[in-house]
């Protein structure tokens, strides 16, 4: 499995970004994609998953503005940040694994994408 994350980039806070992952290769059935990131002197965390069944959960900093969403054929998955906040800064990172925001369970790590928020 191979993903490759876009759409990072600088933002004042209260700004708007749109993170896209590309995912290509075989999952083996298993279509649970994520995003989380990693600012730096803190542990990876998980930010937003998604499992094979649909259903999608957030970690409470970002419920009510991040919105994970996935294409019909689950070849990109897309992360709406919106209302950004300064504690939003970090590199972010596609993950293939289905085990919801536990970043120790992902199987596949995209390279990563930096989101600076400033204030």
């Known amino acids: 499995v191979y993903l490759a994350e876009s759409g990072g980039g600088s933002v004042q806070a209260g700004g708007s970004l749109r993170l896209s992952c590309a995912v290509s290769g075989s999952t083996n059935g298993r279509y649970c994609l994520g995003w989380f990131r990693e600012a730096p002197g803190k542990e990876r965390e998980g930010v937003a998953s998604?499992?094979?069944?649909?259903?999608?959960v957030y970690s409470d900093s970002v419920k009510g503005r991040f919105t994970l969403s996935v294409d019909a054929g689950r070849n990109n998955l897309y992360l709406q940040m919106n209302s950004l906040k300064p504690e939003d800064t970090a590199t972010y990172y596609c993950?293939?694994?289905?085990?919801?925001?536990?970043?120790?369970?992902?199987?596949?790590w995209g390279q990563g994408t930096q989101v600076t928020v400033s204030e």
């Open positions: 998604s499992f094979n069944d649909g259903r999608m």
């Open positions: 993950g293939s694994g289905c085990g919801g925001l536990r970043p120790g369970l992902v199987d596949y």
